[in-house]
């Protein structure tokens, strides 16, 4: 788990290079019995259980305030789709911001602090509403999202069983309502849950099209999510009241 996890935290960009040019060169006093790399490899599915229960509690305390996002998880490139045979019945197709992907949907919760809340795991073509009550669910306060997540009856939902409110902008023909001006200045700050989005891909590597194992797949993904928990610095909202109205 610990190799695992520190991959994500280096600058390598392969976990064979990684395993044979660091590990095995340079840390082999601190592992005892240190296997060869394809052991190592089918070693790596038993890890998924103790990660993901690790990774709970890495999660940091929600404040009230939260962010809620979805980041596509790109398993191969559109031109290849057609011959990928890993993940035929579990990955879709979807479409984000920048166009068509096939894959999964990683669904994020963040604080002010940029401490991780939640996560979720789903196929590409999945509304990004639909997860929401099983993520919010151990949350309390207000949770801020883009237009994608505009639904009434969701709201209303996360209300009356959670008592959370749900903060979105309007779309271009919607009605305008009067919004508490501090839920204004949050609402800006939502690009939070976008940097660390960008940081989970760029730096946690946590998206990449090499897979060849589910299970490999979800190790790859949980270990990302943990080396940025590790992470001491992380984006984060202002939270006095001079610093949100700059």
């Given at each position: 788990?610990?190799?695992l996890?520190?991959?994500?935290?280096?600058?390598?960009?392969?976990?064979?290079?990684?395993?044979?040019e660091?590990?095995?060169?340079?840390?082999?006093?601190?592992?005892?019995?240190?296997?060869?790399?394809?052991?190592?490899?089918?070693?790596m599915?038993?890890?998924?259980?103790?990660?993901?229960?690790?990774?709970?509690?890495?999660?940091g305390?929600?404040?009230?305030?939260?962010?809620?996002?979805?980041?596509?998880?790109?398993?191969?490139?559109?031109?290849?789709?057609?011959a990928?045979?890993?993940?035929?019945?579990?990955?879709?197709?979807?479409?984000?911001?920048?166009?068509?992907?096939?894959?999964?949907?990683?669904?994020?919760?963040?604080?002010?602090r940029?401490?991780?809340?939640?996560?979720?795991?789903t196929?590409?073509?999945?509304?990004?509403?639909?997860?929401?009550?099983?993520?919010?669910?151990?949350?309390?306060?207000?949770?801020?999202?883009?237009?994608?997540?505009?639904?009434?009856?969701?709201?209303?939902?996360?209300?009356?069983?959670?008592?959370?409110?749900?903060?979105?902008?309007?779309?271009?023909?919607?009605?305008?309502?009067?919004?508490?001006?501090?839920?204004?200045?949050?609402?800006?700050?939502?690009?939070i849950?976008?940097?660390?989005?960008?940081?989970?891909?760029?730096?946690?590597?946590?998206?990449?099209?090499?897979?060849r194992?589910?299970?490999?797949?979800?190790?790859?993904?949980?270990?990302?999510?943990?080396?940025?928990?590790?992470?001491?610095?992380k984006?984060?909202?202002?939270?006095?009241?001079?610093?949100?109205?700059?």
């Amino acid at each position: 788990m610990t190799i695992l996890i520190a991959f994500h935290q280096s600058a390598y960009r392969h976990f064979k290079a990684f395993y044979t040019e660091m590990v095995c060169a340079y840390w082999r006093s601190a592992f005892a019995g240190l296997v060869s790399y394809a052991r190592f490899v089918e070693w790596m599915p038993s890890t998924l259980v103790p990660l993901s229960a690790y990774l709970r509690h890495c999660f940091g305390p929600c404040t009230g305030i939260s962010f809620i996002d979805s980041t596509p998880l790109a398993v191969c490139h559109v031109r290849r789709v057609h011959a990928h045979k890993v993940f035929v019945g579990l990955a879709a197709w979807g479409k984000s911001s920048v166009g068509w992907f096939y894959g999964f949907k990683l669904h994020l919760v963040v604080g002010e602090r940029g401490e991780l809340l939640a996560m979720s795991v789903t196929a590409g073509n999945t509304d990004d509403r639909k997860p929401v009550p099983e993520l919010l669910k151990d949350l309390h306060g207000k949770v801020f999202g883009d237009r994608g997540y505009i639904s009434g009856k969701l709201g209303r939902q996360l209300r009356e069983d959670f008592g959370i409110a749900l903060i979105t902008k309007l779309r271009r023909k919607m009605t305008n309502r009067l919004m508490v001006m501090t839920d204004k200045l949050l609402l800006r700050k939502r690009g939070i849950i976008e940097a660390i989005n960008d940081q989970l891909k760029n730096i946690s590597q946590i998206e990449h099209t090499r897979h060849r194992s589910e299970v490999n797949f979800l190790v790859n993904l949980v270990c990302g999510l943990i080396a940025y928990c590790h992470k001491p610095n992380k984006p984060s909202v202002a939270s006095d009241a001079d610093q949100l109205n700059a």
